[in-house]
Structures are given as structure tokens and as C-alpha cells.
T-cell receptor, first 113, second 111 residues
Framework: EDQVTQSPEALRLQEGESSSLNCSYTVSGLRGLFWYRQDPGKGPEFLFTLYSAGEEKEKERLKATLTKKESFLHITAPKPEDSATYLCAVQAPSNFGNEKLTFGTGTRLTIIP | DAGVTQSPTHLIKTRGQQVTLRCSPISGHKSVSWYQQVLGQGPQFIFQYYEKEERGRGNFPDRFSARQFPNYSSELNVNALLLGDSALYLC??????????FGSGTRLTVV
């Protein structure tokens, strides 16, 4: 069974203080690893998809990296508007065409002005 | 271009009642998936439909059912509601199974 573990559960940073969020995964063949941002009461907003170990993607103050066992979401010089819950999900190949996402429980990030 | 739209946004039901949630995917997207997100947890997979056929079902009881229509919109039905069914129900659509766009969800409260 696919498993995703995110750490820490919650993280409070001062504005401008860089840090990283961790996503460890166990999957029977990785088709893709996804990062989403979720604001309270809203649906997840897509950030990145990573497909193979060594791959990196960047968007503004965010950079996602992938190894064979984990992914990191690096946040550089964060601003208060970066406060949200960050969700990691994995997708495994399926013989039945079922491409479900298996999510972690998320990291709740708070940026203090 | 409109994103994934879900209706209603909020719903309050009594235990034992039935509920129907609706989802319209992004235009051109043929795959629709449903997820349940309990407060403080990550979304849990319920169903996936592609071209009106069920492609997968998560670990949910038979009280949960869904269907997809010819225009690719979808409905999620839950019968005999329990207090534990209270959650944010999310719909996601995809063009190619590689990228999923989520709607804002339906907040279901069972009292």
C-alpha cells in the first residue's frame, strides 16, 4: 500500500526565514509526486509534479526536489502570503487505469510578519 | 476558462439522510475523481471515473456511489449519512491523469 508521511506537522517561520518541508514516500513504482498548496476551506492548488529522482522545479519562492525516497519543498525568504497547508501526494501506475493520488496529512506553514 | 466547479458549497444534513454532490470538470477533461478530506487530514480517494466508466474505488462503504454523465460532469451520492461523513468533499478533473485540478469543494456537515 502506498504511504506518504509529511514533516513537520506545523512550522512557524519569521518572514524571510528560509526552511524546508519533507515528504517521505513508499510506493510500488512512482508515476509522479505532486505538491499542492491548500488555504483554509479551499481545494488544493497545484504547485509541482516531479517524475524522477534528481528532478527539481521552481516557482517564485518555492523549489521542489525529489529523491528515490523523499521530496523536499524549499521555501526561500517566505512572505506572510505563503502561509497555508502544503500537501504532498504520490501517484502509482495501475493496471486498471486508476490513477489515484495518495496524500500525506500536510504541513501547516505560518509565516509571521 | 472556468476551473472545476462544485455545488453546493456548503450543506447540512441529518443522520440517516441522503446527499448528492455535483461536479463540473474543466472543459475537455474526461477524468473526474472524488476525494474526502476530514479536518486536519489529507484528502482520501473515493472514486475515479474516465469516459463515464468507473476506474477505481477507494476504501469506502457501499453507501458511497458516483456516476459520470455524457458531458463528463459527475455526481457523488452518499446514503444513510453518519456523523463521520462530515468532511470537505473534493472533485478533481484531469486531461491526462498526470495533473489534477481540484475544485473548492463541498463542505458537508452531518448533525
Amino acid at each position: 500500500e502506498d504511504q506518504v508521511t509529511q514533516s513537520p506537522e506545523a512550522l512557524r517561520l519569521q518572514e524571510g526565514e528560509s526552511s524546508s518541508l519533507n515528504c517521505s514516500y513508499t510506493v510500488s513504482g512512482l508515476r509522479g509526486l505532486f505538491w499542492y498548496r491548500q488555504d483554509p476551506g479551499k481545494g488544493p492548488e497545484f504547485l509541482f509534479t516531479l517524475y524522477s529522482a534528481g528532478e527539481e522545479k521552481e516557482k517564485e519562492r518555492l523549489k521542489a526536489t525529489l529523491t528515490k525516497k523523499e521530496s523536499f519543498l524549499h521555501i526561500t525568504a517566505p512572505k506572510p502570503e505563503d502561509s497555508a497547508t502544503y500537501l504532498c501526494a504520490v501517484q502509482a501506475p495501475s493496471n486498471f487505469g486508476n490513477e489515484k493520488l495518495t496524500f500525506g496529512t500536510g504541513t501547516r506553514l505560518t509565516i509571521i510578519p | 476558462d472556468a476551473g472545476v466547479t462544485q455545488s453546493p458549497t456548503h450543506l447540512i444534513k441529518t443522520r440517516g439522510q441522503q446527499v448528492t454532490l455535483r461536479c463540473s470538470p474543466i472543459s475537455g477533461h474526461k477524468s473526474v475523481s472524488w476525494y474526502q478530506q476530514v479536518l486536519g487530514q489529507g484528502p482520501q480517494f473515493i472514486f475515479q471515473y474516465y469516459e463515464k466508466e468507473e476506474r477505481g474505488r477507494g476504501n469506502f462503504p457501499d453507501r458511497f456511489s458516483a456516476r459520470q454523465f455524457p458531458n463528463y460532469s459527475s455526481e457523488l451520492n452518499v446514503n444513510a449519512l453518519l456523523l463521520g461523513d462530515s468532511a470537505l468533499y473534493l472533485c478533481a478533473s484531469s486531461l491526462s491523469n498526470y495533473g489534477y485540478t481540484f475544485g473548492s469543494g463541498t463542505r458537508l456537515t452531518v448533525v
